[in-house]
């Protein structure tokens, strides 16, 4: 009796044991090539050798050809470019499948795409979330007067989206694209606004900068 209890609490634990070993090279290996970009596209076959591709701290990128430039249980860049790469960043679940971000930051930095997936507990096959599901988990619109201080602010119905972009750590943040932008002209970004994830969810937070840190 006691074996057949452990035996269904075995059975009842498979979903979860079947996504904390996910990867991002398992995402990389279940969606489409498309997802993955640059200036250049990847196909089907330049993914599947990825997928055979390890580090090599010796490498260096120059358009050439697609490789591994950096790799961590979380995360996977795959670059081709000295000045732009696709990076897969991965967020675990409490309870249910992971979450996996992809970024293509092009022309160093000056252009970045963001998109997420829910990747199913039972299949582990990835759906693209869409705005409703970003907001249920916590990633809410920011707009450029979220990084201003009122007396910098836009008039109602001028100030633009925001979007966001990942740091080292996986970390969300909210980057304005103000070079050459007359309507930044005269404005100085006084906030720090970040999403963070806590196992559920993504917590928003918005820090003043010091004045020294401020830029435009």
Not at 58 to 70: K, P, S
Not at 98 to 112: C, D, F, M, Q, W
Not at 132 to 148: F, P, S, W
């Amino acid at each position: 009796m006691r074996r057949f209890i452990v035996l269904i609490g075995s059975l009842f634990s498979l979903p979860l044991m079947a996504t904390a070993d996910y990867s991002p090279r398992d995402f990389l290996a279940a969606a489409p090539a498309d997802t993955f970009y640059t200036e250049d596209e990847i196909s089907e076959d330049e993914k599947r050798q990825l997928l055979h591709t390890h580090v090599d701290p010796q490498r260096t990128f120059t358009c050439e050809a697609w490789g591994i430039a950096h790799e961590s249980p979380t995360s996977l860049t795959l670059q081709t470019c000295p000045d732009s790469f696709v990076r897969i960043q991965l967020y675990r679940e409490a309870s249910g499948g992971p979450i996996v971000a992809v970024e293509s930051n092009r022309s160093s930095g000056r252009s970045v795409d963001l998109q997420f997936f829910k990747v199913s507990e039972t299949n582990r096959a990835p759906s693209k979330i869409n705005d409703d599901g970003l907001k249920a988990l916590g990633l809410t619109d920011v707009t450029e007067n979220d990084l201003l201080d009122e007396k910098d602010a836009f008039p109602p119905g001028e100030a633009e989206r925001v979007h966001l972009s990942m740091d080292e750590s996986g970390r969300l943040q909210a980057t304005v694209r103000s070079w050459n932008d007359p309507r930044w002209e005269r404005k100085t970004v006084a906030f720090d606004l970040t999403f963070e994830w806590n196992g559920s969810r993504f917590h928003r937070s918005r820090v003043r900068l010091p004045s020294i840190l401020r830029h435009l």
